[in-house]
């Protein structure tokens, strides 16, 4: 058997040793204010839930068309990549004028998104999202 002889600075073997007591120390922290934290989570999530979602854009709106199409004129093929990569295809190929109105159409839902975030920022900052407000469900069994 045969010893492996390994050189370490005390300096580093200590730095190594501090930082995975130093990460233990934290870990542990986090575990006792976990409990404060989950109130606060659920009230960001419920939140953000309310938050208006983004639309698509022009492109999404194309491919709900081609997608229809395609699958008319081929029905034989079923697999999204195949009709993804037809539309990606088709979508290159075609003209600005052609795509006008697609980029119409992600322009009217990009403006109703626009207003309804403003409503929803100012909602948000008026105080309408406090805690007392919202009603949270502490029946969840994975709360602990």
Request: net charge positive; glycine share 6%.
């Amino acid at each position: 058997m045969t010893k492996i002889k390994t050189t370490t600075s005390s300096a580093s073997t200590s730095a190594k040793t501090n930082g995975k007591i130093g990460s233990l120390l934290k870990h542990g922290d986090t575990k006792k204010k976990a409990g404060r934290k989950k109130t606060a989570r659920k009230i960001v999530s419920k939140i953000d839930a309310m938050k208006p979602k983004k639309p698509p854009p022009a492109f999404f709106y194309f491919l709900q068309d081609f997608r229809k199409e395609y699958q008319e004129t081929n029905p034989d093929i079923k697999s999204m990549r195949h009709i993804g990569k037809a539309c990606g295809e088709k979508w290159n190929m075609m003209t600005y004028e052609e795509k006008v109105k697609y980029y119409d159409i992600a322009t009217e839902k990009r403006a109703e998104f626009d207003t309804a975030m403003v409503n929803f920022t100012k909602r948000k900052e008026s105080g309408e999202f406090d805690e007392d407000k919202l009603e949270l469900d502490d029946d969840s069994d994975f709360d602990g």
